[in-house]
């Protein structure tokens, strides 16, 4: 499979639910709808923003299959298939069939278990090699305690059918190794908000982002800037999308920008356990940023 350019600014879209926790699809539509009317460039469906790990398979397929069908081919698309087991991962990606729609998978290092650089290694190639789209690792050992290093990503970056990192480590000294001696066609994109100007500035070419769900034209706009060298102007947006970055992860995602959707009157601020609403202290704060 060929390698494919997914750049700029991607969003991880949350999944809505009702008041009874069942998913909201019209409000989902609405959603995809209001980001690619708002000049993102490609979509993310069922990462840890999306409550993936809440989601049934069934679930996980339906809101997948929505999407594909609201976004009707203006965007690209990168679907969440992860987990710690590697083999249902695996089987997660075969008994879905259907990559006709989908441009890449997002695949998050195995949480729990802990594995050795070795057994990442080993983890990722095995599913590049089953997918039948092109693989984006996601390193988030924040969430997971199992860091991808350096030398690991430049390993699997040599495999024909991984094309890029969404890398949320917060350490530039790894990251700048990576956009050091990374294959040209391998992609490495910011997985957090707030640092995504300085790592564009070091060789970054996008983001996966959250707070762009709320602030789409902003965030867009700034990566854009940022990516044609025009910093100056590319600051501006990053400091007047900031605050807001800050207050969404406050009390946890997806339970701050599902806050603040929810305060725009986009979704119902409803979250599935384990996790719940943001305080109430975060919930003002993200009001009074938004009025």
Same mark, same amino acid.
């Given at each position: 499979?060929?390698?494919?350019?997914i750049k700029?600014?991607?969003?991880?879209?949350?999944?809505p639910?009702k008041?009874?926790?069942?998913?909201?699809f019209p409000?989902?539509g609405?959603l995809v709808?209001?980001?690619?009317?708002?000049?993102?460039?490609?979509l993310?469906?069922?990462?840890?923003?999306?409550?993936?790990?809440t989601?049934?398979?069934?679930?996980?397929n339906?809101?997948?299959?929505?999407?594909i069908?609201?976004?009707?081919?203006?965007?690209p698309?990168v679907?969440?298939?992860g987990?710690?087991?590697?083999?249902?991962?695996i089987?997660?990606?075969?008994?879905?069939?259907d990559?006709?729609n989908i441009d890449a998978?997002l695949?998050?290092?195995?949480y729990y278990n802990?594995p050795?650089?070795?057994g990442?290694?080993?983890?990722?190639?095995?599913?590049?090699e089953?997918s039948?789209v092109?693989?984006?690792l996601?390193?988030?050992?924040?969430r997971?305690k199992?860091?991808?290093?350096a030398?690991?990503?430049?390993?699997l970056a040599?495999?024909?059918?991984?094309?890029a990192?969404k890398?949320?480590?917060?350490d530039f000294?790894?990251i700048?190794e990576?956009?050091r001696?990374?294959p040209?066609?391998f992609?490495?994109?910011?997985?957090d908000?707030?640092?995504?100007?300085p790592?564009?500035?070091?060789?970054?070419?996008?983001?996966?982002?959250?707070?762009? @769900?709320?602030?789409?034209?902003?965030?867009s706009? @700034?990566?854009?800037?940022a990516?044609?060298?025009q910093?100056?102007?590319a600051?501006?947006?990053?400091?007047?999308v900031?605050p807001?970055?800050n207050?969404i992860?406050?009390?946890?995602n997806?339970?701050?920008i599902?806050?603040?959707?929810s305060?725009?009157?986009?979704?119902k601020?409803?979250?599935?356990?384990p996790?719940v609403p943001?305080?109430?202290?975060?919930?003002?704060k993200i009001?009074?940023?938004?009025?």
């Amino acid at each position: 499979m060929a390698k494919k350019n997914i750049k700029g600014t991607g969003v991880a879209i949350v999944t809505p639910f009702k008041e009874d926790k069942t998913i909201d699809f019209p409000a989902l539509g609405n959603l995809v709808n209001y980001l690619i009317d708002n000049g993102i460039d490609f979509l993310v469906v069922l990462g840890t923003t999306g409550e993936s790990a809440t989601l049934t398979s069934d679930e996980r397929n339906q809101v997948l299959d929505y999407v594909i069908e609201v976004n009707a081919g203006r965007l690209p698309i990168v679907a969440g298939f992860g987990g710690n087991n590697t083999q249902a991962v695996i089987n997660s990606i075969r008994a879905r069939g259907d990559f006709s729609n989908i441009d890449a998978i997002l695949s998050v290092a195995p949480y729990y278990n802990k594995p050795n650089q070795r057994g990442l290694y080993e983890h990722f190639i095995a599913i590049a090699e089953v997918s039948p789209v092109p693989v984006i690792l996601y390193n988030v050992p924040g969430r997971t305690k199992s860091n991808i290093a350096a030398e690991t990503t430049l390993r699997l970056a040599e495999h024909p059918n991984i094309m890029a990192i969404k890398e949320a480590s917060g350490d530039f000294g790894q990251i700048m190794e990576i956009i050091r001696n990374k294959p040209d066609d391998f992609t490495v994109l910011s997985g957090d908000d707030a640092i995504t100007l300085p790592l564009i500035s070091v060789g970054v070419e996008g983001v996966i982002s959250v707070v762009a @769900m709320v602030y789409p034209q902003e965030m867009s706009q @700034m990566v854009r800037l940022a990516l044609d060298g025009q910093f100056d102007k590319a600051r501006q947006l990053h400091y007047k999308v900031l605050p807001m970055t800050n207050a969404i992860f406050e009390d946890g995602n997806p339970a701050g920008i599902k806050a603040a959707l929810s305060i725009k009157g986009m979704i119902k601020n409803e979250l599935r356990l384990p996790l719940v609403p943001v305080n109430e202290a975060t919930y003002q704060k993200i009001k009074e940023l938004l009025n």
